[in-house]
């Protein structure tokens, strides 16, 4: 890859604005645009009548009971109803309709445990569990409005008993298995539950992690009384507790009913309730509805994931405890009809490469993953994919955090073999869908960039005025016009939704993530605006500074902040890992440090040079794997770090802390 030289000497605000990447792109092979789904005639729908396009593509994905009639009602914006007179069955859209057309012999998923226990569950299967569960479910009380939380490991059992809460019409909360007991009551509480669904424990890497016990406190704490029965699957076969109020999956499931004919629900009835990951600070629950949804899920899944359900093997690496594995594990795919892998574990158990293990086993075409395990893979080197095949991947998709442009080259040469399209999403829990993201058969992609909104969608990104950037500039991403799968609100807190997403910029969608404009128009998703830095009065992007940093051939990841600083008011502070190759190699740490700090004084411009750059085995990151800079930033300056009830590991804070008090 060439860096053009660039420009230092400018000091105002827009130095930042061009990155050497900008020149970088990859149009799609007439090979993969010969059969690609999308082409650009989507775009030009959409500008032609974005609500009418909408319509077209709900009747296009989905299977109406009572079709609408009404598209968009946005009266009582910023609360949109979509379809709003229609009625559907979500779970029914998801299941059975592929059995009626006929494919209920095709796989809809590959289970591959944690431990190498495999099952293989086709969509008629699918359908007949699902049908037993929400007899199941209805015989413990659920019913139309009902809140069940989910608390499982990655285990189809999880995807059954989502669909099977969806089947009658109730409300699914999922909580991620890793949360602790009072992450769980905290969502019990907020939700008002009336069923939990839980296991004994499932697998991570070789032994068994206890997930009752964890139940078991959160329903002994405050405000859970409104639980009636805790449902629990056999997985961990670890001993746990048992109280009257608790059933084994495996009898209820078996003494059910197996036919349920599945009643049609306003598009707009509740189907889930998703807390955020708390990147940023308390996790919000957000409220998503089922028309609207289920019709961006199973578009974007369709069209950015170029499937043809006859013939690809789609994997999506995420938890269902995520909205990523929401909609791109269970509504998406499953309403698209297509094959897809779920696998319970971790991507190096019990060796290295065992998701490249997976993705020869099962002939993975599609896999859609996110930066960390990308650099995850960087970190231990490429010898480890270069040992599998991977000759069936045919599209690659990234999603959760900006992925760095060395790291999307390395996922394209070495997983992608030079060969496949990447997308890069942008969307987040608030927005249901992928919402910016180039369509593999169309767009020329720019490694690092999510650059254009998908068809339908609207965005702008402003300056701190709410005015409208031009190209070469940088502010806010902000969405302008509603979309079907946008959140219809924060549960039992209205004033909390308009106040946190709609008040900055009136009439603008806006959740917090800087971006900026290219010359050609492509977005470029900056991070957290929390986490832009000012130096000496320049704005500086974290993520332009860890990319140059990850550039460097010793570096895996980096995250960098921005700390207080007497001179300079905020002065950059880098956090480094280092590859497992350099690990071996380097013998002078301060003369890395020293090169890294130059090279990104090179790359970026003197003003960009880090005052401090720490090596360190592992950074600070939320339990879905994103970089937690909130954190660093505390860290950094030596303040108390507050709330870690998002970290994935808090012993990493006191590892970090060392490296600062030795600064110090
Ligand atoms: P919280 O809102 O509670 O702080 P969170 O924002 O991490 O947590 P999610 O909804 O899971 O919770 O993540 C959405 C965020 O992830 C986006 O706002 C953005 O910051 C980041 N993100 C997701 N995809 C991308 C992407 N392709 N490029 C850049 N950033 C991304
Ligand atoms: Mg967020």
Not at 22 to 34: L, R
Not at 340 to 369: F, H, I, M, N, S
Request: hydrophobic share 40%.
């Amino acid at each position: 890859m060439t860096i053009p030289q660039q420009d230092h000497t400018r000091t105002d605000q827009t130095r930042t604005d061009r990155t050497p990447d900008d020149e970088t792109t990859f149009p799609p092979s007439p090979e993969f645009v010969a059969d690609a789904v999308a082409d650009s005639s989507l775009h030009d729908a959409a500008s032609a009548d974005r609500v009418a396009f909408w319509a077209e593509q709900s009747r296009l994905m989905l299977d109406w009971r009572t079709p609408f009639t009404s598209t968009l009602d946005w009266s009582a914006a910023p609360f949109a109803r979509w379809f709003a007179d229609g009625e559907l069955n979500v779970a029914e859209n998801c299941l059975d309709r592929h059995v009626r057309a006929g494919n209920g012999e095709r796989v809809a998923i590959h289970f591959e445990g944690a431990n190498g226990d495999t099952r293989t569950i086709t969509y008629a299967q699918l359908t007949a569990d699902v049908q037993r569960a929400a007899n199941m479910l209805a015989g413990l009380g659920v019913g139309q409005g009902d809140r069940v939380v989910v608390y499982l490991p990655l285990i189809p059992e999880a995807v059954v008993t989502m669909l099977a809460i969806a089947r009658l019409g109730a409300i699914h909360s999922v909580v991620f298995g890793g949360f602790s007991a009072e992450s769980l009551r905290a969502r019990i509480e907020d939700a008002g539950a009336k069923v939990v669904v839980t296991a004994d424990g499932g697998w991570r890497r070789g032994a068994v992690s206890p997930l009752k016990p964890a139940v078991d406190e959160a329903l002994q704490g405050e405000g859970t009384d409104s639980v009636e029965h805790v449902l629990v699957v056999q997985r961990g076969g670890n001993d746990i507790d048992w109280t009257d109020r608790d059933r084994w999956w495996h009898d209820e499931f078996a003494a059910a009913a197996p036919e349920h004919e599945a009643q049609a629900f306003p598009a707009e009835n509740p189907l889930f309730i998703l807390y955020t990951s708390g990147t940023t600070g308390k996790p919000k629950g957000i409220v998503h509805t089922s028309g609207g949804y289920l019709t961006q899920a199973a578009y974007t899944h369709k069209n950015v994931f170029d499937m043809h359900p006859e013939k690809d093997v789609y994997w999506c690496t995420a938890d269902i405890g995520w909205i990523t594995g929401h909609t791109y594990v269970v509504y998406g795919p499953l309403a698209n009809g297509v094959t897809q892998v779920l696998y319970e574990g971790t991507p190096d158990e019990p060796k290295p490469g065992r998701w490249w293990d997976l993705v020869d086993a099962y002939g993975v075409t599609v896999l859609y993953t996110a930066p960390t395990a990308v650099r995850a893979a960087m970190k231990a080197g490429r010898q480890i994919p270069e040992a599998r095949s991977l000759e069936t991947l045919r599209l690659l998709g990234s999603v959760g955090e900006p992925i760095n442009p060395e790291a999307w080259q390395w996922y394209r040469q070495v997983i992608g073999h030079d060969r496949t399209p990447i997308v890069d999403t942008w969307w987040q829990t608030e927005t249901g869908g992928i919402m910016i993201s180039a369509l593999p058969g169309v767009t020329k992609l720019k490694p690092g960039a999510a650059q254009t909104p998908v068809p339908g969608i609207v965005a702008e990104i402003v300056d701190d005025d709410g005015h409208r950037v031009d190209p070469g500039g940088s502010g806010y991403l902000t969405i302008t016009e509603p979309w079907p799968a946008m959140a219809r609100g924060i549960w039992g807190d209205p004033d909390r939704f308009v106040e946190t997403y709609w008040s900055r910029f009136p009439g603008r969608y806006f959740a917090g993530d800087g971006a900026r404009l290219d010359g050609q128009g492509d977005i470029w998703v900056q991070g957290r605006v929390d986490d832009v830095m000012n130096v000496s009065g320049h704005r500086l992007s974290t993520a332009e500074i860890e990319s140059a940093l990850v550039g460097h051939e010793g570096v895996a990841e980096a995250a960098v902040v921005g700390a207080a600083d007497e001179t300079t008011g905020q002065a950059v502070v880098a956090w480094v890992c280092i590859t497992e190759e350099a690990q071996a190699s380097i013998t002078d740490r301060d003369a890395l440090v020293q090169d890294l700090r130059a090279w990104v004084a090179k790359r970026i411009g003197p003003i960009a040079r880090p005052r401090d750059v720490f090596i360190v085995d592992e950074l600070p990151k939320t339990r879905s794997g994103k970089i937690v800079r909130r954190l660093l930033r505390a860290v950094t300056e030596g303040r108390p770090v507050g709330d870690t009830t998002t970290l994935a590991d808090t012993s990493v804070l006191t590892a970090l802390q060392q490296h600062t008090a030795r600064k110090r």
